[in-house]
């Protein structure tokens, strides 16, 4: 009985793996066959799936990898960690963005020498207007290796009045970790689980943490490009799985808003956890992590591409990530929207 138990398992997931090789050898000769060749031509990239409505239009793999290998998402964690703070304001955890950050740090921030500090908000985090000193590029090293993540980063000095100016940091989504959990009850994993991943049909991966244990707040979560999609998915369809409104429709509605102008360049902005990029003649939102981890959301062609890559720094990386957007620009956005164009 186990012997013929295991052969049924073993036919049941060969036949899944044909079917996925073969839907992906369909996919790639399809309208996307050009993105296909281009991406053939990246040697750090990893995947590349596109959904088009409910449909999974192309999904393919390169340099080796495979659907079931997890990808650290590295800063597109940012993207989720936002998804939980609006889910713990839709459930009434935490009564709303406006709330000041001192309300669950007091022994922290009242110790400060700038008042200024007190008048910090979860939105002020969200945006990365904090203006606390960045615990990003230059500061990251001394930041992941303090003792306390969460202390570090508000003992930073204010370099800009809160809420004035952008200054990406990864101390800002953490402290936003330390929010979830303070105020759930929780580990903001264990929240992710119960309120967002379970939802969406899958479990939460590796997630490192803090020295006191909280989850890294905006870097190297772990997902499988395909539950990267379904995260995506979810945002297309206003927070919706279903019929079920897993986060609420304002919420998408305001992480999707520009609220702050990128530094980086022309055309990039942030919203609520999410970059906003001009492509192909439209504002784009994008969860964007370090070496070409990207996940976009665009409503008007009723798409979501994800893309995964290397993480791992090298001289090939810009150049990469340069590579990539060009590719989804050109191969899958514009021939979207003159194919949409073209129907009306």
């Known amino acids: 009985m186990r012997i013929l138990l295991r052969f049924l398992i073993a036919l049941s997931l060969t036949s899944v793996s044909m079917l ?25 990239l990893h995947s590349l799936l596109i959904n088009q409505g409910d449909d999974l239009v192309f999904e393919q793999y390169y ?25 713990a304001i839709d459930r009434g955890i935490i009564d709303s963005v406006d709330v000041k950050v001192a309300k669950y740090f007091p022994e922290l921030i009242a110790a400060s020498d700038d008042l200024r500090k007190q008048q910090i908000t979860i939105e002020n985090l969200l945006t990365m207007q904090s203006g606390l000193e960045t615990t990003s590029n230059r500061n990251y090293g001394k930041w992941v290796l303090s003792d306390n993540w969460v202390e570090f980063a508000l003992n930073q000095p204010l370099v800009a009045e809160p809420g004035t100016r952008m200054l990406y940091s ?13 105020a759930s009850g929780m580990s903001a994993k264990q929240f992710a689980q119960e309120n967002l991943s379970s939802r969406l049909g899958f479990s939460m991966s590796y997630w ?34 279903d019929n079920a409104q897993v986060i609420s429709k304002a919420w998408v509605e305001d992480s999707h808003q520009p609220r702050a102008r990128s530094p980086r360049g022309q055309g990039r902005f942030y919203g609520y956890g999410w970059w906003l990029r001009d492509l192909a003649g439209m504002q784009i939102p994008v969860a964007w992590g370090y070496g070409g981890q990207l996940i976009f959301v665009v409503k008007e062609l009723d798409l979501v591409v994800v893309a995964t890559s290397q993480s ?29 164009l073209s129907s009306l």
Do not use: C, W
Not at 66 to 85: C, E, G, H, Q, Y
Not at 170 to 182: F, N, Q, R, Y
């Open 208 to 241: 490192p943490q803090d020295p006191q244990g909280i989850y890294f707040g905006g870097n190297d979560m772990e997902m499988t490009p395909r539950q990267m999609l379904e995260f995506g998915r979810l945002y297309l369809n206003e927070g919706r799985v």
């Open 63 to 87: 340099n080796g990898r495979d659907p079931s290998r997890p990808a650290n998402m590295k800063s597109a964690s940012k993207s989720v960690i936002s998804a939980l703070v609006g889910i």
């Open 170 to 182: 990864t101390g800002s989504t953490h402290l936003l970790s330390a929010i979830v959990t303070k």
């Open 312 to 340: 791992t720094p090298g001289p090939s990386r810009r150049g990469h990530l340069r590579s990539l957007y060009e590719l989804i620009e050109e191969h899958v956005l514009l021939p979207a929207k003159a194919l949409q």
């Open 20 to 44: 996925a090789v073969a839907a992906e050898g369909v996919a790639a000769t399809g309208k996307y066959s050009t993105a296909h060749t281009a991406a053939s031509q990246l040697p750090r």
